[in-house]
């Protein structure tokens, strides 16, 4: 009990000490104590209720004393307190009053305040929207004076830096949504640019490679200028015998000419000041802002491909002119100038590998099309200026960085086509001068004009050099004329190995070759056809069988020049040689055989005009005038010949006589002639007798003993088993070596022996039977 008394206070502190939702718990703890402790704890509640009335009434009696006081005071000042609210119910209705004013003026200043603040908000505002108005201001204006670049990086500062500020505004959203159609609007003006800009080089492309090509040209000179300005300032300081060697006026001139160039040589525009490549540039970035590069460069590639293809094309008539390649070379040279600029200033728009690949691809078509139309010219002048434009071409694009063996390569073959184009040209100036050649020998009338033929032709003979004025070299016209014109074309020849980038071994060949091509069939087959020619006489023949010596003597004199020329001796290995010699043999041959053929055809004339009286009783008693007038030509031809080498004179008299007594012989034992008298054998004798005295006259000296009369042999045998009609010692000695009859063979005999005399048909019968034996 005594231990439960102190809880039950503890108890009521706490209730009288905690908040109202806090003692549920601690009168919980009474209901949990003991039993009966309810019971006591409301005793104790009760006594300490009781406890703190006493204390409350206490209280109240110590201060009751005080509120009686203080109702009286409020009594007393309940009089004031109306009077104090009548005055001040007054006094608010004159303050009402007079306020009417201030709260109208007040109600004014606020309403200002508003109007102010509202202001300095769309001050603030409009401060705000400003620079985006001015941006898109000053887009606008790009796009009006088509500086697209900028306007594109107007846009990107718009959208990453103005419009996210002002970005709750409608006309935010108006310009934010009109940007991809302004893209858009530049992509397709840059396109139209490009398109402009692709179409006017492709105009201007021969303008462009024209000038490049003058440039390559020109730096070509300066070079070469400078290669001699050295090459003289070395010689300058040779001296030779204490002397110091002068300048030579060409390097005088020339150094000049060097010099006024290379003053004028920044007048010279470039390829490039031709081209405003900035419709490019300004794409190319356009396109890169957009992020959309890959689109433009496949376009442009594509486009230029479909260009080049274009540009390869040539005209049809292309191989007519120099102009026509040089436009085509122009064009050409002008679009890879423009595409090696495009490399090397922009990145990744091309490569070197695609420049490359256009190159290869552009390199088989133009030989192509070279190898084609360069079939064509029929001109060597056209052909050499071909040659001189793709070296200019090939050296252009070499200084550009592009492969151009190939095209050396294909020169060597438009050289051969030069040399043919050379042959035909030669062959024209041989024939015309062959023809216009008089074939005798070429007269001289004094010294000058001796040297004037010496200065053009090199001959030496100096027992000609002994004799006096007037006098005649042994060639004719033609011949110094030739080796002129020989000469002249190893100087065209010449023209085209130059600029070839190749030794002077090399060129030697190529001359030797192309003059051997001149020799062997150019000028050996003009030599032919004038030798055939049916105009062409004896006395020309002969003359033509002198030229050619002269001209194979010539020759070395031809190979010394191409020495000079070259600076290769002959002694060098693998240096080819002139076939002079074998060209003008086989023209001696040719004009020997046709002296041969052209005798027997005069002889066959002069047969022709026989007329025998086959049945006479008695000869006239002299020779046949046809046969005296064949052998006064025969006389005056062979004197012609003297000029000629001994082997063909004498072969030629040979021939002729050999032809001459054929020629009788088948007269005598013609088929159509039935009959013949002694009297017409007798007159036949008296010819055959007339040409063997001409046989031993010796009409061209070199022949021994008899020899010439030996070809009459046969019909002289023959003519005196007729004369002395021996016909018993014919029999007898016949088959034996060492008969008088030797060469008169029994069918002959009796060929002869028919015609002779009809009666004698005994003999003819019995000779028969000889010969059946």
């Known amino acids: 009990m005594a231990e439960s008394l102190p809880e039950h206070e503890r108890i009521l502190q706490e209730i009288e000490s905690t908040e109202t939702a806090c003692v549920g718990p601690t009168l919980r703890s009474v209901y949990d104590d003991q039993p009966n402790a309810h019971q006591r704890f409301m005793e104790k509640l009760d006594a300490c209720i009781r406890n703190h009335d006493r204390e409350i009434e206490k209280m109240c009696n110590f201060h009751h004393q005080g509120f009686v006081d203080a109702i009286t005071e409020l009594l007393k000042v309940r009089a004031d307190a109306e009077k104090l609210k009548v005055q001040v119910t007054d006094t608010n209705r004159r303050l009402q009053d007079a306020g009417k004013e201030v709260i109208a003026e007040t109600e004014e200043i606020i309403q200002c305040r508003l109007q102010q603040r509202n202001i300095t908000t769309v001050v603030e505002k409009l401060q705000l929207c400003l620079p985006v108005l001015e941006m898109y201001s000053k887009l606008k204006e790009q796009m009006n004076v088509k500086r697209y670049y900028s306007a594109l990086k107007t846009m990107e500062q718009l959208e990453n830096i ?200 552009a390199l088989s078509k ?107 070299l042994p060639m004719s016209q033609s011949v110094p004329q030739i080796y002129i014109q020989v000469k002249e074309f190893i100087y065209a020849s010449l023209k085209f190995s130059e600029s070839l980038h190749r030794s002077s071994t090399e060129i030697d060949d190529m001359l030797r070759k192309s003059t051997n091509l001149l020799l062997t069939r150019t000028l050996s087959s003009c030599l032919q056809n004038l030798i055939k020619k049916p105009h062409i006489g004896l006395t020309e023949l002969v003359q033509i069988i002198i030229n050619t010596t002269h001209l194979e003597q010539a020759c070395k004199y031809l190979e010394d020049f191409i020495t000079n020329i070259t600076n290769i001796s002959q002694e060098t290995l693998h240096t080819a040689r002139l076939y002079g010699l074998s060209t003008f043999k086989d023209a001696r041959h040719a004009a020997e055989g046709e002296i041969y053929t052209k005798l027997n055809q005069k002889i066959d004339e002069f047969i022709q005009l026989a007329d025998y009286d086959w049945t006479m009783v008695e000869p006239d008693g002299r020779a046949s005038g046809y046969l005296m007038d064949l052998i006064n030509f025969l006389r005056s031809t062979f004197q012609v010949f003297t000029h000629l080498p001994g082997k063909v004179a004498q072969t030629a008299c ?120």
């Open 366 to 472: 133009i030989i192509a099309v070279l190898r084609t139309h360069s079939s064509y010219c029929t001109d060597p002048d056209l052909v050499l200026e071909l040659k001189n434009l793709i070296v200019v071409f090939a050296d252009t694009l070499q200084g550009y960085g592009f492969p151009v063996n190939r095209l050396f390569d294909l020169l060597f073959e438009i050289r051969d086509q030069y040399n043919e184009t050379l042959l035909k040209k030669w062959a024209v100036v041989f024939r015309d001068i062959l023809e216009a050649d008089n074939c005798s020998p070429i007269p001289i009338s004094n010294e000058e004009e001796y040297k004037i033929v010496i200065s053009k032709f090199p001959f030496q003979d100096p027992e000609l050099d002994k004799q006096c004025f007037p006098k005649k």
């Open 162 to 361: 103005y419009f996210p500020r002002v970005s709750q505004y409608r006309f935010c959203q108006i310009m934010i949504e009109n940007l991809p159609k302004l893209r858009e609007e530049i992509k397709e003006i840059s396109m139209s640019d490009l398109k402009d800009f692709l179409e006017s080089i492709r105009k201007h492309s021969d303008k462009i490679g024209e000038t490049a090509m003058k440039q390559a040209q020109q730096q070509k000179t300066f070079n070469t200028g400078l290669q001699k300005q050295n090459n003289l300032h070395y010689r300058k300081n040779v001296y030779i015998n204490n002397d110091v060697i002068p300048e030579p006026r060409n390097e005088i001139v020339s150094k000049q000419n060097f010099e006024e160039e290379e003053e004028h040589e920044d007048e010279v525009l470039t390829a490039h000041d031709l081209v405003d490549f900035s419709p490019v540039y300004r794409c190319l970035h356009i396109y890169s802002v957009l992020g959309d590069a890959e689109t433009f460069e496949n376009y442009y590639r594509k486009q230029r491909r479909k260009q080049a293809r274009l540009v390869l094309q040539p005209q049809s008539n292309m191989h007519e002119t120099v102009e026509g390649y040089r436009r085509y070379f122009s064009q050409i040279v002008g679009f890879f100038v423009v595409e090696d600029h495009i490399l090397h200033v922009t990145q990744g728009l091309i490569t070197r590998a695609y420049t490359d690949e256009l190159w290869n691809m």
């Open 654 to 773: 040979m021939s002729a006589c050999q032809h001459l007594s054929t020629s009788l012989m088948q007269m005598l034992l013609d088929n159509d002639l039935k009959q013949i008298s002694m009297g017409a054998i007798q007159q036949f004798n008296l010819d055959v007798i007339q040409c063997e005295l001409f046989a031993s006259s010796e009409p061209v000296p070199g022949f021994h003993g008899e020899t010439l009369q030996l070809a009459f042999i046969d019909l002289r045998q023959l003519l005196d088993l007729f004369m002395v009609w021996d016909w018993s010692t014919y029999l007898a000695d016949y088959g034996q070596p060492g008969s008088k009859y030797l060469r008169v063979s029994p069918t002959t005999a009796l060929a002869l022996l028919e015609k002779v005399h009809r009666g004698y048909v005994y003999l003819c019968l019995f000779l028969s039977r000889f010969l059946l034996v």
